[in-house]
């Protein structure tokens, strides 16, 4: 990843896709992008990483993913979409995934 002195989220114009906000930022020379996973999969998730990979912006952080909550029977399918959202972030070649890990409620510690 190239050093970047700073980064603008797409979050910080919520009304534009993310193709608006990578024409936008190389247009000004951004050289570098926040990018919630949500935005991504809206876009679409193969178009988004092509477009993002071809424009030469850096992708910093990937953000939202999860809010899981880790109650059976559903553990397989909160690791199925945690994985599958990591790979997206690998893809982008991001340095920082933020991930919502959700609440443990009753659990202990080592149950969650």
């Known amino acids: 990843m190239r050093e970047s002195r700073f980064a603008i989220g797409e979050i910080t114009t919520p009304n534009w896709d993310l193709g608006q906000c990578i024409e936008a930022w190389c247009r000004y020379e951004v050289p570098a992008m926040g990018l919630s996973a949500a935005t991504l ?17 850096a992708v910093t952080n990937y ?37 919502m890990s959700g609440p443990r409620k009753h659990m202990s510690w080592q149950d969650s």
Do not use: N
Not at 46 to 51: L, P
């Open 41 to 57: 999969e809206v876009y679409g998730r193969k178009r988004g990483i092509q477009e993002l990979k071809d424009s030469g912006l």
């Open 63 to 99: 953000q939202g993913i999860g809010c899981y909550g880790f109650e059976q029977p559903r553990i397989s399918e909160v690791i199925d979409s945690l994985v599958d959202q990591m790979d997206a972030a690998a893809e982008l070649d991001v340095d920082c995934v933020f991930v």
